[in-house]
């Protein structure tokens, strides 16, 4: 059974910090390479960071030396450490395989909605 559990969103002000956790199912975690994407009000879910099975990371270029993407393989469980936060970051942040060529994802978590005021 798939299990994406994400947390961790909140209120912040602009230059603050949050720490989303998202805890997966074993057979998802260990197999795929994980990512975390956002969807703003109105706007297509975005990648904002991936991270391999390997350890290997990647992050969008909006957040790049702001966010830290890892994992902790014996908690099934991926991060997003985001710092110096933006209104621009304000969003439902979903954690799930990371999409790519005979990866496609049907099913979502709730999400954590994180919401940065100016």
């Known amino acids: 059974q798939v299990q994406l559990v994400e947390s961790g969103g909140g209120l912040v002000q602009a230059g603050g910090s949050l720490r989303l956790s998202c805890v997966a199912s074993?057979?998802?975690?260990?197999?795929?390479?994980m990512a975390w994407y956002r969807q703003a009000p109105g706007k297509q879910r975005e990648l904002v960071a991936a991270?391999?099975?390997?350890?290997?990371?990647t992050y969008a270029d909006s957040v790049k030396g702001r966010f830290t993407i890892s994992k902790e393989n014996a908690k099934n469980t991926v991060y997003l450490e985001m710092n110096n936060l933006k209104p621009d970051d304000t969003g439902i942040y979903y954690c799930?395989?990371?999409?790519?060529?005979?990866?496609?994802?049907?099913?979502w978590g709730q999400g954590s909605q994180v919401t940065v005021s100016s």
């Open positions: 991270i391999t099975t390997g350890g290997s990371t």
């Open positions: 799930n395989r990371k999409e790519q060529i005979g990866v496609r994802n049907t099913y």
């Open positions: 074993r057979i998802i975690f260990r197999v795929y390479d």
